[in-house]
T-cell receptor, first 115, second 110 residues
Framework: NAGVTQTPKFQVLKTGQSMTLQCAQD?????MSWYRQDPGMGLRLIHY???????DQGEVPNGYNVSRSTTEDFPLRLLSAAPSQTSVYFC??????????????FGPGTRLTVL | GQQVMQIPQYQHVQEGEDFTTYCNSS?????IQWYKQRPGGHPVFLIQ?????EVKKQKRLTFQFGEAKKNSSLHITATQTTDVGTYFC??????????FGSGTQLTVLP
């Protein structure tokens, strides 16, 4: 099993450009999520999904879109990149039961710089 | 929304010394998870605590969940250079989200 995979590993964008960060998991997990990690601020939840066709906003959703057409894939779209979106982005997946999120398996991350 | 405070933010120890990081919430938690992130890496799950007053051990690591389920701690006995990294707590509720603490960055000096 590959676990959680993310592409690309590194990306540099210019302000105003758009792009999609890819995330895939092969563990048949219902729950998938996107976090951003900034120095001294831990991991902040951007969007999450509890199954195909179901997505919801996390703590910092502005400027990002997601969709979940299959159980395996959960892409994150930056609509119009801004320097404030320079960060490390992690995708994670897990089981979920009764609203409780279980062990999160993280991908290797995408390091994004917006100039 | 739910907030989780984690202290300290940084900790430098000599190899062989003990280390503790603390996680506190103003609300009762359904569970708490702990993760370790090596420099340049991604968070890796260590353990989950669910029961009030629960204590779990993994070799030199001891995890505790408070009686009121509002706080938790991770204690490492006799640190080694392999313990270097950032340790995060993550609080679970019923809101289908995990709330991460800001992390404690541990440096172990040889």
């Amino acid at each position: 099993n590959a676990g959680v995979t993310q592409t690309p590993k590194f990306q540099v964008l210019k302000t105003g450009q758009s792009m999609t960060l890819q995330c895939a998991q092969d563990m048949n997990h219902e729950y998938m999520s996107w976090y951003r990690q900034d120095p001294g601020m831990g991991l902040r939840l951007i969007h999450y999904s509890v199954g195909a066709g179901i997505t919801d906003q996390g703590e910092v959703p502005n400027g990002y879109n997601v969709s979940r057409s299959t159980t395996e894939d959960f892409p994150l779209r930056l609509l119009s990149a801004a320097p404030s979106q320079t960060s490390v982005y992690f995708c994670a997946s897990s089981r979920i039961s009764g609203g409780a999120v279980y062990t999160q398996y993280f991908g290797p991350g995408t390091r994004l710089t917006v100039l | 929304g739910q907030q989780v405070m984690q202290i300290p933010q940084y900790q430098h120890v000599q190899e062989g010394e003990d280390f503790t990081t603390y996680c506190n919430s103003s609300t009762t938690l359904s569970n708490i998870q702990w993760y370790k992130q090596r420099p340049g890496g991604h968070p890796v799950f260590l353990i989950q605590l669910v029961k009030s007053g629960e204590v779990k051990k993994q070799k030199r690591l001891t995890f505790q969940f408070g009686e009121a389920k509002k706080n938790s701690s991770l204690h490492i006995t006799a640190t080694q250079t392999t313990d270097v990294g950032t340790y995060f707590c993550a609080a679970g509720g019923s809101a289908r989200q995990l709330t991460f603490g800001s992390g404690t960055q541990l440096t172990v000096l040889p």
